[in-house]
C-alpha cells in the first residue's frame, strides 16, 4: 500500500524545522573555528600519568561545541535522510569558509584610536589590532588540517549512521548514533592533530599520540553523554511534527 501524502501543514513544519537545524548546525560549526583558537588545560586524574606523564592535557576549546554538530547530523538523519544531513554537511563547510573570508577582511582594517579596553591593558587601538589578530591568527596548516577534517568526519558520520541503520534493520538507535559518532570522530581527531601537531608543530608521533588519544577520550565520554540526549531530540522532534515512531523504522520518516 503506497504511503499516503503528507498535509500541507506537516510540509511546511518539517521544513521549518529542517532550516531551524541547518542554521544551528552552521552556527555552531562557525562558533567552533572562532573558540576553537583558545587552548586550556583538562585534567584527567589518574589518566593524566597514562595519557601525558602526569600533566594535564591541552585542549582546544572547540570541543565544547564541535560535538553539537554531530548530534545534529543524527537527528536529521534519523528524520530527514541521508541527503538533507550531507546538504547540511556542505553548507556548514560554506560558511566556515565565508566566515574565515570575512575575518581577513576585518583583520586587514586600520583599528580606530577610540578602540580601547584600558581596564584589561589594551590602552589605545594598536594594542587592541595585535590582540584582535592573535585571535585570529590560523596557521595556514591548522586550516587545511581542521577544514579536511571535519569535511571527512561529518560525511562519514552520516553514512556510517546509515550503514548501521541498515545493519541493524532500525532497531537500536543507539547503536546507529554511538556507531556513526564514535569512529567518524576518531578519523577527525586522527587528521586534524596528526596534521597539526605532525607536521604543523613538528611534534614527534609519541606525543601527537597522547594527544590524540587524550582528545578522543573526552570525545567518546561526550558521545556517551549524547546517546539519551539524542533519544530525547529524536522523539521532541517527532512529537513537534506529529510524527509516528515506529519500533524499528526501516527509513527516515521525512526523506
Not at 553539537?68 to 563547510?93: H, P, Q, Y
Not at 589590532?129 to 552520516?158: G, K, N, R, T, W
Not at 596528526?194 to 582528545?215: K, N, Q, T
Request: hydrophobic share 55%; net charge neutral.
Amino acid at each position: 500500500m503506497a504511503t499516503p501524502p503528507a498535509s500541507p501543514d506537516l510540509t511546511a513544519r518539517a521544513q521549518l524545522t529542517y532550516v531551524w537545524f541547518t542554521a544551528t548546525f552552521a552556527v555552531t560549526l562557525v562558533l567552533t573555528n572562532i573558540i576553537g583558537t583558545k587552548l586550556f588545560l583538562f585534567d584527567f586524574g589518574p589518566l593524566n600519568r597514562l595519557l601525558n606523564d602526569g600533566d594535564p592535557i591541552t585542549l582546544t576549546a572547540g570541543i565544547i561545541t564541535y560535538p553539537a554538530t554531530f548530534w545534529l547530523t543524527d537527528v536529521v538523519s534519523e528524520l530527514w535522510g541521508r541527503r538533507k544531513a550531507n546538504a547540511m554537511v556542505i553548507l556548514g563547510f560554506g560558511m566556515s569558509l565565508l566566515m574565515l573570508v570575512i575575518v581577513q577582511i576585518a583583520k586587514a582594517l586600520e583599528p580606530s584610536p577610540f578602540w580601547a579596553v584600558a581596564d584589561h591593558g589594551f590602552e589605545d587601538g594598536v594594542a587592541m589590532d595585535v590582540a584582535f589578530s592573535a585571535v585570529f591568527a590560523y596557521p595556514h596548516i591548522l586550516l587545511f588540517s581542521s577544514m579536511l577534517a571535519y569535511l571527512v568526519a561529518q560525511l562519514f558520520d552520516v553514512r556510517l549512521y546509515h550503514f548501521w541503520w541498515r545493519v541493524t534493520k532500525g532497531k537500536h538507535l543507539w547503536l546507529r548514533n554511538n556507531g556513526s559518532t564514535m569512529i567518524s570522530q576518531l578519523v577527525d581527531t586522527i587528521i586534524v592533530n596528526g596534521i597539526f601537531l605532525r607536521f604543523g608543530l613538528g611534534m614527534e608521533w609519541g606525543p601527537v599520540a597522547g594527544v590524540i588519544v587524550a582528545v578522543y577520550v573526552c570525545k567518546v565520554l561526550l558521545a556517551w553523554i549524547d546517546t539519551p540526549v539524542i533519544y530525547l531530540g529524536v522523539n521532541l522532534v517527532s512529537r513537534f511534527l506529529g510524527l509516528e515512531r515506529k519500533a524499528a523504522p526501516l527509513s527516515a520518516p521525512l526523506a
